[in-house]
């Protein structure tokens, strides 16, 4: 079993739709847990890290089920412009290293 | 303006060329970070280093050599060991050398391509 998985995608929903990506991470000890967005080809940038309370930033809501492992990303009325690929990513352990998901590709259609 | 800069954004090299990609940041971040990235696949972690004279292997080291001589600066070289070496190389850095809350700062990454 891979440390992250994702479901690729992509997936293409119209503006204004409600999307869910869902993560799952294989090492029950990891501690720390983020949602990356990297458009097309460029460099990752951090949308929200991930609190085991779950946690809101205006349109985006990540939430964290640490007995299932796994983490989800929810994007409410959906605008262009956030057609990107959403990388899962995983804090390993003390030595800072952070494990990144292969990500899922949103595009968001007029 | 603070930031990370990598350069060049495109590198050509030829099959058996040793070939040196830069990264500097002046955030005034100890930790430093070199990953690689593959078309439909998930970054990789190359070298990271958490301190000045310091420096780990990451997951795929092989073919690959670090430095870290300033806290600036962590250039990458790419040998000619590397047996695929063709891919988009990022650079990252984050404030300190424990990351359990840090966020990682990437550079706009290398892209090097072998002919």
């Known amino acids: 079993r891979k440390e992250v998985e994702q479901d690729p995608g992509p997936f293409n929903v119209p503006e204004g739709a409600t999307v869910a990506f869902n993560c799952t991470y294989s090492?029950?000890?990891?501690?720390?847990f983020f949602w990356y967005r990297q458009d097309c080809r460029k460099e990752p940038k951090l949308l929200m890290s991930?609190?085991?309370s779950g946690n809101e930033d205006g349109r985006f809501t990540a939430q964290l089920n640490r007995a299932s492992q796994y983490i989800s990303l929810l994007i409410r009325d959906s605008k262009l412009s956030d057609s990107a690929t959403y990388l899962c990513v995983v804090y390993r352990g003390s030595q800072g290293n952070l494990i990144f998901g292969k990500g899922t590709k949103l595009s968001v259609k007029p | 303006d603070g930031g990370i800069t990598q350069s060049p954004k495109y590198l050509f090299r030829k099959e058996g060329q040793n070939v040196t990609l830069s990264c500097e940041q002046n955030?005034?971040?100890?930790?430093m970070y070199w990953y690689r990235q593959d078309p439909g696949q998930g970054l990789r972690l190359i070298y990271y280093s958490q301190i000045v004279n310091d420096f780990q292997k990451g997951d795929i080291a092989e073919g690959y050599s670090v430095s870290r001589e300033k806290k600036e600066s962590f250039p990458l070289t790419v040998t000619s060991a590397q047996k695929n070496p063709t891919a988009f190389y990022l650079c990252a850095s984050s404030p300190s050398r424990v990351a359990l809350y840090n966020e990682q700062f990437f550079g706009p990454g290398t892209r090097l391509t072998v002919l």
């Open positions: 955030l005034n971040h100890d930790a």
């Open positions: 991930v609190y085991s």
């Open positions: 090492n029950s000890a990891s501690q720390s």
